[in-house]
């Protein structure tokens, strides 16, 4: 659980700031999204395989753009 103090002569904006910042840091947000629904086991697994997909083609396509470009290759 995220807690802060506030510190003397701090204002409430910059607490408010280390706050968000430190429930971001402990990753709060996301388990309480991910604990806001149930998904049965064939489910996850289906969530869990497209996320693979999507990154497998991300990858792809990051290191396809780096190299040469295949389209001009007349020159």
Avoid: C, W
Avoid at 32 to 58: C, D, F, N, Q, T
Wanted: proline share 1%.
């Amino acid at each position: 659980m995220a807690e802060i103090r506030l510190q003397e002569g701090e204002s409430l904006e910059n607490a408010l700031r280390r706050f968000k910042r430190k429930v971001q840091s402990e990753d709060i947000i996301k388990e309480v999204k991910r604990h806001s629904y149930y998904l049965k086991p064939g489910e996850k697994r289906r969530v869990k395989s497209a996320l693979a997909r999507k990154r497998a083609r991300k990858k792809i396509r990051r290191e396809g753009s780096s190299g040469t470009d295949t389209r001009r290759s007349d020159k």
